[in-house]
């Protein structure tokens, strides 16, 4: 079963990799210092049987008065010697009535196991040696390998007491850092968990510079969502709108016929007609927004304006349009939302000028700016705020559905920008539109307006 716990695995992990290094630390370990106490034990020997050497060719009557080690006067003490030659053998008093198996050994000392006194295991060093061209003797120094064991035992359970220990002390520090490190983590769900109860979003400074493109993507990803809930806020009320005039006709010419009156079939068909168009219009901006929009697309601002101009134009003929701004201006938009502010915001100037639109394109730090003015009445100081009021006609006896303005505004906003009216100098109306680049880059702009 796989574990879907990241603290677990890690912690797994992490205990696994800490047994394996410390067993085969421990085992190294074990192994150079058994190998340490041999030849410490092997030196030992090798001393006493160089000691031996010289009691013989300085006491061959009784090398035993050179041999002072008190080990060598305790019986079965497990520390002995034997030196022999042509009928005459001495020993240590502490292997009684034992003898040590020297065999025929040669010049060179010679290590061998054999069996002790008392059951013990010895380690047998010996050697012939010739004393001033006298006779030949052999001797040999033994000692019981229980007292190397018992150390090596010794040293073996305190080296796994220090490795249990020092493991257990790893896995603890192991469990705090991944705490440490997954703290973060825990802080970024419960700001993510107080999303449902506030606005405060995570700030990605707080956190560890690993964690941070984690916050900033996850900050996009809300303001994503939350831009989609209120353009879905907005198309929908924007339908409502659009859809309650129409409805209202239709619904009483129905009643008309119902009693028996004749139907304005003229009415009728224009609520028809605008039912449709604008089932159509929001449709098609249920499409559009932000989110439409592919990774480094930018729409070229003024190849986009020219064509609305012209488009507006034949529609407008006696209206003279001026357009000043720098070609090759991309902006971080899609194309029919764009084509959705600057054609409201034109046709807007086009409806009330007397003969003059005059559309200047800059760029003003991180942002574009579009700026439509026109030569009409304008709109006066006071009434300014209700022009983007859904379906707020200023003047009622002229037409339009008063959703431009509205729609345009809404747009903006979407993208971080705004629209702010001003008097013009041609007397008329001024509108401002401002729109942030992305990331306030001049991006290479794409030719997206189409013919």
Known sequence: MRLRSLRLRVLISATLWIALSLGIGGYAI????????????DQRLQE?????????????QDPTLRMTSPSFSRVYSGLYFQAETEGFTVASRSLWDRHLPLGAPGAIPEQQLVSGPDGQQLRLLSQSVRVNDG????????????????????????????????????????????????????????????????????????????????????????????????????QAAGLAHALKTPTTVLS?????????????????????????????????????????????????????????????????????????GPHQMGLAVTLPDLQEMLGNLIENAAYWAQGHVHVTLEAEGEAVILI?????????????????????????????????????????????????????????????LRLPFDAGEHGPATNCAGP
Not at 30 to 41: D, I, M, N
Not at 53 to 58: K, L, S
Not at 156 to 178: E, K, N, Q, Y
Not at 265 to 277: F, I
């Open 48 to 60: 006493g049987l160089a000691v031996l050497r010289v009691a013989v060719a300085t006491e061959p």
């Open 135 to 234: 006779p030949r003797w052999r001797l040999g120094v033994a000692a019981d390998l229980a007292s190397m064991e018992t150390l090596v035992a010794s040293f073996r359970r305190s080296l796994s007491f220090g490795l249990c220990a020092f493991g257990v002390s790893l896995i603890v520090a192991a469990a705090l850092m991944l705490n440490a490190a997954l703290g973060p983590l825990k802080r970024l769900h419960e700001a993510v968990v107080r999303l449902s109860h506030t606005d405060a979003r995570p700030a990605p400074d707080v956190f560890p510079i690993e964690v941070a493109p984690l916050v900033r993507d996850l900050d996009r990803l809300i303001e994503r969502n939350r831009r989609q809930r209120d353009r879905g806020r907005l």
């Open 372 to 432: 439509v003015e026109d030569d009409g009445p304008g709109v006066p100081l006071l009434d300014r705020a209700r022009v983007f009021d859904r379906g707020v006609r200023l003047d009622p006896d002229r037409g339009g559905s008063g959703l431009g303005m509205t729609i345009a505004r809404d747009v903006a906003n979407l993208y971080g920008g705004s629209i702010r009216l001003d008097t013009a100098g041609l007397g008329g109306l001024r509108v401002i």
């Open 30 to 41: 074990l192994t150079v210092f058994e190998k340490a106490t041999l030849r410490q034990f």
């Open 252 to 324: 009483g010419e129905i009643q008309r016929a119902a009693q028996g009156r004749p139907l304005d079939l003229n009415a009728a068909e224009d609520a028809l007609a605008r039912l449709k168009e604008a089932t159509a219009l929001h449709l098609d901006h249920a499409a559009t927004g932000p989110e439409a929009m592919l990774p480094g697309e930018r729409v070229d601002v003024m190849a986009t304006l020219d064509d609305l101009v012209r488009a507006v134009g034949r529609l407008y003929p006696h209206i003279r349009f001026d357009v000043k």
